[in-house]
């Protein structure tokens, strides 16, 4: 039998920074396993004729916590980089998150000047409204511009992307994507924002060089489970798959991101373009944008959203609902029953983490 004191499963962007703590924090051996034949999970990035590409979709790094930066900073130079999204609506490409530049660009100036007044008036300059907050306004002229934005930005999108219209998603998801009262067309608005230079791999094979830190892929925990001793086991799998989905299974979303190379050497105006009205998938992706790679070819992957199906395509985003929660709950207290073992990353939370948050879950966790 095989010993050692702590084991990871999952090497993704939680995994790994566990790893770097323990081993440099508390001077402990770790192992670290995944099934799949690369490191980093979702966050991998691999080179392909000279341009970084996502594996998993479109990656932006943006953070307001300091101390996650700093952490990140050890191990990557940064490449500046100011995320902007465009959605192509009624055929016009307009900035998204909705402000008062897409406003200018689909009404007339006079109608768009005096929706401008209304919303400044009503909500304050600078201000981020939810899109079903902005619904629910008395004024006529407000309830056409909240209806437009509605039917045009978010309704189809929702639907392709979740199945389910924006008002019975948890409010947390639509109010990702608020209305601008502003003319910021950065889809993000923190301190912190960039791509690893080298990119994200790279960034994460320095995280684990360190003696301490071993690392298995192409191994599952099941592969290992009944050959190894352990003093602690941190989950970052799905933790309905770790008990064998014996109250049933969490439901997530999933996407088919078909990559296309094509020769020549942009394939489109902005690193992502929205389609929240046409066509199946939801949104393009161009990778070359994110590091400025240089290439006569581009890589772009469309994003064709799906429901999750064991065996077939991957996790992605948890369906948040009552229901859900109240399963993951129950899976929760069956884990406490056992003092070895944490499930923790967005399958063993079962959570949207964005990159930081997911970070910033393990630098303030006790270890
Ligand atoms: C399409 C998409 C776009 C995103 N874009 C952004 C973005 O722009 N900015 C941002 O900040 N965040 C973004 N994110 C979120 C980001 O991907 C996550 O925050 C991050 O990947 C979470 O890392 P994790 O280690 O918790 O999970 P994961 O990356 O999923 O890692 C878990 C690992 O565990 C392994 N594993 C699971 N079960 C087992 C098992 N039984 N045995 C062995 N190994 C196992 C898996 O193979 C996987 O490698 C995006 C996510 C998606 C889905």
């Known amino acids: 039998m095989d010993k050692v004191k702590n084991i990871i499963v999952g090497c993704g962007i939680t995994g790994i920074t566990l790893a770097r703590r323990i081993a440099e924090e508390k001077n402990e051996e770790v192992l670290i396993i995944d099934n799949k034949d690369h490191i980093g999970g979702n966050c991998y990035d691999y080179y392909d004729e000279n341009i970084c590409v996502h594996k998993y979709g479109t990656h932006i790094f943006h953070t307001d916590n300091k101390d996650v930066w700093n952490f990140l900073s050890k191990f990557t130079k940064w490449h500046p980089y100011m995320h902007k999204v465009k959605a192509v609506i009624e055929g016009i490409e307009i900035p998204v998150p909705f402000n008062i530049n897409s406003m200018e660009m689909v009404f007339p100036s006079c109608l768009s000047e005096k929706l401008q007044q209304k919303l400044v008036e009503k909500f304050g300059f600078g201000k981020k409204v939810p899109i079903l907050e902005l619904r629910k306004c008395d004024d006529k002229d407000l309830n056409f511009l909240a209806d437009y934005i509605y039917k045009r930005i978010f309704l189809d999108y ?9 008002e019975d998603l948890d409010p947390l998801v ?3 994507v608020p209305v601008y009262v502003s003319r910021d067309d950065r889809y993000f608005q923190n301190k912190y924002q960039g791509i690893p230079l080298n990119g994200y791999t790279k960034m994460m094979e320095k995280m684990l060089d360190h003696p301490l830190i071993k690392v298995k892929l192409n191994t599952s925990f099941n592969d290992i489970k009944n050959s190894i001793e352990y003093e602690k086991l941190y989950y970052t799998g799905a933790i309905d798959e770790y008990f064998d989905y014996k109250f049933g299974e969490l439901p997530y979303r999933s996407i088919n991101l078909d990559f296309q190379k094509y020769d020549k050497e942009y394939y489109q105006s902005n690193s992502v373009i929205n389609y929240p009205e046409n066509y199946t998938f939801t949104r393009i992706g161009e990778y070359k944008y994110f590091l400025d790679d240089k290439s006569d070819k581009t890589i ?3 994003e064709y959203p799906e429901a999750f199906v064991r065996g077939k395509n991957e996790r992605y985003y948890p369906i948040i609902n009552e229901e859900n929660l ?12 056992d003092p070895k073992l944490m499930f923790l990353g967005r399958l063993g939370d079962y959570k949207y983490y964005d990159m930081d948050k997911a970070i910033e879950r393990v630098l303030n966790m006790e270890i």
């Open 158 to 166: 929702t639907l392709k992307q979740w199945g389910v219209k924006p």
């Open 174 to 176: 639509t109010g990702r």
């Open 300 to 302: 772009v992957s469309f």
């Open 326 to 337: 109240a399963l993951y709950q129950k899976y929760l207290d069956e884990a406490k029953k």
